[in-house]
């Protein structure tokens, strides 16, 4: 056996295997971050495509309800709302309809108003459109119009 003082000595003189650790390094958390920020982007972009299809898919079941609304306007006061009356006399309550025809205003996902005409293009007796996502006539993509008379053929 060894002496005590070998054995203070063997003590002292021996390094520890596994050195306890307090935290963790700057190069594991920054790998942490960016895996964090690669899977947030992933998710970003497949939730994008399915909120594309969802906003158009309200403005085609919008402008279903509000034709129907506008038929059965006309099945009541026997014409269509005029341009100048617009989708805001289907809010209106009358005798008729004590809630109106439609009980909330005729909104877009992009909280725009939807446009109305009487007469509608190409000899259509109306036209309800949505100018997308830009709000302006014309464009592509989600800023494309979707127009009663293309979704409703």
């Not at 021996?14 to 307090?22: H, I, L, Q, V």
């Not at 939730?47 to 506008?70: N, Q």
Request: hydrophobic share 35%.
């Amino acid at each position: 056996m060894y002496s005590k003082t070998r054995m203070r000595s063997l003590r002292t003189n021996s390094k520890p295997r596994f050195r306890r650790r307090n935290g963790f390094s700057l190069l594991e958390v920054m790998a942490v971050i960016v895996i964090i920020g690669l899977l947030a982007g992933v998710v970003t972009l497949s939730v994008r495509s399915y909120m594309k299809r969802a906003y158009r898919t309200r403005v085609e079941t919008d402008l279903a309800h509000i034709v129907e609304a506008i038929t059965t306007y006309e099945g009541a006061y026997g014409r269509i709302p005029t341009s100048a009356e617009g989708l805001s006399v289907l809010v209106q309550p009358t005798k008729e309809f004590v809630h109106g025809i439609l009980t909330k205003p005729a909104i877009d996902p992009w909280k725009r108003p939807y446009q109305y005409n009487q007469p509608g293009r190409g000899g259509a007796e109306f036209e309800v459109i949505c100018f997308g996502s830009d709000g302006a006539e014309g464009g592509t993509g989600t800023a494309a119009d979707i127009s009663s008379l293309d979704t409703l053929k």
